[in-house]
């Protein structure tokens, strides 16, 4: 994408050297909830910008001002991320231009639809991506079943994903959902899950169907990766879009500060039993990984959380909002 102008503002690819104007103004944006993820992966965002991804700036006046990120995750589906403004330039209209940008950049490789991500507390967040364009889609919450090596499920789970396809076609939480689960290219993204995808996942990381008289449930790991250990780490505190470290093969011993997170795409399931079987597996998957800790998207409803509660899985705080925007009237 070329440059754009227009008065006091213009938009182009974030440098390496925007690096300290955009930690001035992102080091700050959540008081009270944690710190902002921005300035730590500044500089692998501007690496690894190219054909599927894109990072924007706005200068206002001369001084970078805002920023926000776009990725293609399919053919057809974007993600945005990162947009924040330097709050010394709020309410001058910066936002607008920028989302601009990103949208016509998405559009120009193909994307139907651009989605994002807004923590559920985040009302400044929630009211721009409305007034950008942005609509309700969908919600979710995170559910955290600690890593055991001695529990086991009491109904049969196999790896077998066209079971867990055909369940996933006929679940509440797909409709719930609206089809989408955790990419697993892009960390903090959602995309349209697909029977390739499961397939993938059975060769690449782990699949679960639950039977019990046909299939009850499915779950599918979409990474592992080493974090440091930060002093929040609540999901809802604010870093909605981590840069981690996928793929570890070895834990680091020599640095105490990191821990190992096994991620999975969705967890999905008919009833508590089927829940609890499917938890269990996923705890003793994790366990074999050597994982501290997990992650498993669920749809916010009543009955998915309550049923987690029941199965005495933790679950984050608070859901976790995903927008989007129609970007067809775009397209070349």
Known sequence: MSDRSDGDD??????????????????????GRGEDYIPRIYHDWIANDGEDQRTFVIEHQGTVAGICQAVALTEYEAW?????????????????PLNEALFDWAAARGAA?????????????????????????????WAHPEPNTETEPDLTVREDPDAAWSYWQRSDAREELRGLTLDSGESWALSALTRA???RAAEEQRVFSVHDGGTRGLAY?????????????????????ESETNDTDDRDESNPETERWAEYGIGA????????????????????????????LLPETPRHVSDAAVCRVETSAEPDFVLEIDLTDRMD
Request: aromatic fraction near 8%; proline fraction near 3%.
């Open 80 to 96: 945005a991320q990162g947009m924040r403004v330097d709050p010394a330039h709020r309410g001058k209209g910066l936002s607008g």
């Open 113 to 141: 639809v651009c989605r994002n991500m807004v923590f559920s507390w985040n009302a400044a967040g929630l009211g721009g991506a409305r007034a950008a364009g942005f609509e309700p889609c969908t919600e979710f919450r």
């Open 197 to 199: 995808d499961l397939h």
């Open 221 to 241: 790991r979409v990474r592992e990766y080493e974090r440091e250990v930060r002093s929040s780490e609540d999901e809802n505190d604010g870093n909605e879009s």
């Open 269 to 296: 399931w008919a009833d508590v039993e089927s829940a609890r079987s499917l938890f269990r597996a996923i705890a003793a998957d994790a366990a074999a990984l050597d994982a501290d800790r997990t992650r498993v």
């Open 10 to 31: 213009r938009i182009r690819q974030a440098r390496p050297e925007d690096y300290e104007t955009v930690v001035a103004f992102t080091e700050n944006t959540w008081p």
